[in-house]
């Protein structure tokens, strides 16, 4: 077993509630864990290796905690038009479904595994992908099998729009039946996208109650293009997250801020609709845990960033910088209820990411800057495309 010590860290965002910054610090990982961290005058003695990230800052790899990236085809020209004046309407899924279902298992892989890498590139090291571009029973198990390829946090999105033609409450039925059935040993979680021209209250809470009985944990699109009961369905069930979050009533937020379930905010989807943001002030004064997450999707929100999430969140959505960089990290680790990531402390999984910079606030502070100098995964070193291997130093 190889000790690792990274050392020259000019700051070190932790995203351990107890004790989030260090400035001059260091870090110890052994077999993949933290096993130390604090200043670097306090180092413990014992390593086998060193890196020297040189001054840079260090944050805990982000959790993306909301994406859907298993689908074909592409919809430049349905952006081209909502750029032109358009409204989004959520009809253009099925656009993406129609290509799903006609592409093989190797197109679909390739494509998210290609997405995947994208992500951890700009850091990432942790995210959720959902199935919900199949509909059919055998597209949904299909789109879940090929997630549990790329990561644990798979979710059962059957419940992504009603496919053509088909009778809502039928649907439903589907969905909370057979097709949960099929899907379940493949998924860890299942969600609805819960809204007009969606799925009802009613509906929504079917397929839920009906996942949670399979085994599945909760997460649901809520509230996102007009009020509706997403928010408080969440809550009450009891799901790790309300997505969205983007029209809130006054119940809504004291339904968030008495429950356990995190306000996940995608500021990408709000960009790329031109929609206005939600109201993230208005969630952390009501004390809620706020994660940010891309919901990448080649509809609403074809962004793999999540620094670019930091810099929406800090700018237009009024989150100070520490406060968003909390969200991208320990805040997406609460929205899927891991204590393993999302954080750096002793114990956790050694996901760093060094930045070409001082702080992480430079992430909203030079937005669309490439910044992620290097990224390790369960502390070993992503190589592909990272033009700048660490000088590692044998003690
Ligand atoms: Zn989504």
Known sequence: M???LFDGIGLLYTGDPEREEIQ???LLVEDGAVTWLGPAAETPGGADERVDVAGRAVIPGFVDSHAHLIFAGDRTAEFQARMSGEPYTGGGIRTTVA???RA???????HALALVREMARQGTTTVEIKSGYGLTVED???SLELATALTDETTFLGAHVVPEGVDADDYTRLVAGEMLTACAPFARWVDVFCERGAFDGDQTR??????RRAGLGVRVHA???????GVRIACELGAASADHCTHLTAADVDALAGSGTVATLLPGAEFSTRSPYPDARRLLDAGVTVALATDCNPGSSYTSSMAFCVALAVREMRMTPLEAIRAATYGGARALRRTDVGWLRPGARADLVVLDAPSYVHLAYRPGVPLVHQVFQGGLLLQE???????????
Do not use: F, K, Y
């Open 104 to 110: 093989g298992d190797a197109e679909l892989a390739t």
């Open 223 to 229: 509230n996102q293009l007009g009020e509706g009961p």
């Open 24 to 26: 001059d610090a260091a």
């Open 140 to 142: 949904e198990r299909r």
């Open 385 to 395: 495309d990272i033009q700048n291997p660490p000088s590692v130093v044998v003690l």
């Open 99 to 101: 290509a799903t279902r």
């Open 206 to 211: 079917e397929i839920l109650t009906a996942g």
């Open 2 to 4: 190889t000790a690792t």
